[in-house]
């Protein structure tokens, strides 16, 4: 199993990245997936989950109306879209295969780093 982050970056308050997930080694479209971040000095925090079907979606109060999961099972690529971007949303961001109530295997993450 091999979960791959992309699209982090440097970005001004208010803008918008769009991080991307590609997974190999399992049967994507059977997993449920999410995305976590961890802040410096706190943490992991779950964002978002998606399920297997690719219908329902929860998300953190935290980010609700701003962050929006997909996936494409054709392309085993899960995506998060990350609009409206605030300082508090700096942080490292994994992709998470759910295992059950938790998470089995993860990505190396990719750093979102949100400033003016």
């Known amino acids: 199993v091999q979960l791959v982050e992309s699209g982090g970056g440097m970005v001004q308050p208010g803008g918008s990245l769009r991080l991307s997930c590609a997974a190999s080694?399992?049967?994507?479209?059977?997993?449920?997936m999410s995305w976590v971040r961890q802040a410096p000095g706190k943490g992991p925090e779950w964002v978002s989950t998606?399920?297997?079907?690719?219908?329902?979606?929860d998300y953190a109060d935290s980010v609700k109306g701003r962050f929006t999961i997909s996936r494409d099972n054709a392309k085993n690529t899960l995506y998060l879209q990350m609009n409206s971007l605030k300082p508090e949303d700096t942080a490292l961001y994994y992709c998470?295969?759910?295992?059950?109530?938790?998470?089995?295997?993860w990505g190396q993450g990719t750093q979102v780093t949100v400033s003016s």
């Open positions: 998470a295969r759910v295992y059950w109530w938790a998470y089995d295997y």
């Open positions: 998606l399920k297997a079907g690719g219908g329902s979606t």
């Open positions: 080694g399992f049967t994507f479209s059977t997993y449920d």
